[in-house]
């Protein structure tokens, strides 16, 4: 029986809407469309935020650096590219609904800035019993590390928990290892699949 709901963060919960910022800076800085995602996201360095290895302000001095920009126009590249992410209030109502009959978690791909982000910005690490980052644990979903370090903090099997994410690869080493999934695609009604899997509020 399912015990435990976990979520993604960037894609599932808080989706980019607007694109329209991070393009106009691409077209000013002469950078390919989606070039600005690739390196915030893609790059080495941003790899290594993402596991730690450097600080969020770290990579965000880099970024500035590979863009030529200086301090103002830094904190402007940085602010407009966050600007288009929206917040899906929906589906966190939904998931405190579900508390305290079923666990609910995170499990993110992040910088060391999440838990400080879901707390004073958006408000929602209330949501949830376990917020798991990959900066704080120095690994990156897919690996299974990061999946059976969240379960055993759980208390609970793979077979007990739902993993919804929008990365196909993070949805296949979740079922790697037992777990029940959601794929998130544009569209997906999250509450529909889990009624589907037996979770109700």
Excluded at 40 to 54: C, I, L
Aim: hydrophobic fraction near 45%; charge should be negative; glycine fraction near 6%.
């Amino acid at each position: 029986m399912i015990q435990a709901v976990i979520f993604d963060i960037g894609g599932v919960l808080i989706r980019t809407e607007n694109h329209r910022p991070r393009r106009e800076w691409e077209e000013k800085l002469g950078l390919a469309a989606r070039q600005s995602e690739d390196i915030v996201f893609g790059s080495e360095m941003g790899a290594k935020a993402q596991r730690g290895d450097v600080t969020d302000e770290a990579l965000w001095a880099w970024v500035g650096q590979r863009l030529a920009l200086d301090q103002t126009e830094l904190a402007a590249f940085r602010r407009d590219f966050w600007a288009g992410d929206v917040l899906d209030v929906a589906l966190v109502e939904f998931i405190r609904r579900l508390r305290p009959r079923y666990q609910t978690a995170v499990i993110s791909n992040a910088t060391d800035g999440l838990r400080a982000s879901l707390t004073h910005q958006f408000h929602i690490d209330d949501a949830f019993d376990l917020i798991v980052g990959s900066a704080e644990e120095r690994v990156m979903k897919p690996d299974a590390l990061i999946f059976e370090r969240t379960l055993a903090r759980l208390g609970r099997q793979p077979q007990e928990a739902v993993f919804v994410d929008d990365f196909a690869h993070n949805i296949a080493a979740a079922q790697a290892l037992g777990l029940h999934t959601i794929h998130f695609l544009p569209g997906t009604n999250v509450p529909a699949e889990l009624a589907q899997l037996g979770v109700t509020p």
